[in-house]
């Protein structure tokens, strides 16, 4: 399995940006998928997932109601539409595939699968 997150890069506080993540080498739709970030000198936290058995949505506290994760298994695709970003949403944003379901994909160890994370960087 592998993943290939995009997407990111410099815009301002206020701004949107769109995340992708594409999955290959396994079928897309048994899989939960999450965002994750880590910022400079932070522990990596979780942001949003979409759950692979019901397609249900978690999302952290601190993006609820400002970013969206969606899937499009046609594409082997998770998107996560981040509106209204703040300078303390600048991280690396990293996708990442798993089992996990319910809470529990909030979990950054449950996810057996990472992409190599896409820069995010919100100025002020």
């Known amino acids: 399995v592998q993943l290939q997150a995009s997407g990111g890069g410099l815009v301002q506080a206020g701004g949107s940006l769109r995340l992708s993540c594409v999955l290959s080498?396994?079928?897309?739709?048994?899989?939960?998928i999450a965002w994750f970030r880590q910022a400079p000198g932070k522990e990596r936290e979780f942001v949003a997932a979409?759950?692979?058995?019901?397609?249900?949505?978690r999302y952290a506290e601190t993006v609820k109601a400002r970013f969206t994760i969606s899937r499009d298994n046609a594409k082997n695709t998770v998107y996560l539409q981040m509106n209204t970003l703040k300078p303390d949403d600048t991280a690396v944003y990293y996708c990442?595939?798993?089992?996990?379901?319910?809470?529990?994909?909030?979990?950054?160890?449950?996810?057996?699968?990472w992409g190599q994370g896409t820069h995010v960087t919100v100025s002020s």
């Open positions: 990442a595939a798993g089992n996990p379901i319910t809470t529990a994909a909030m979990r950054r160890h449950l996810h057996s699968y």
């Open positions: 979409v759950i692979r058995n019901d397609g249900s949505i």
């Open positions: 080498g396994r079928t897309f739709s048994i899989y939960t």
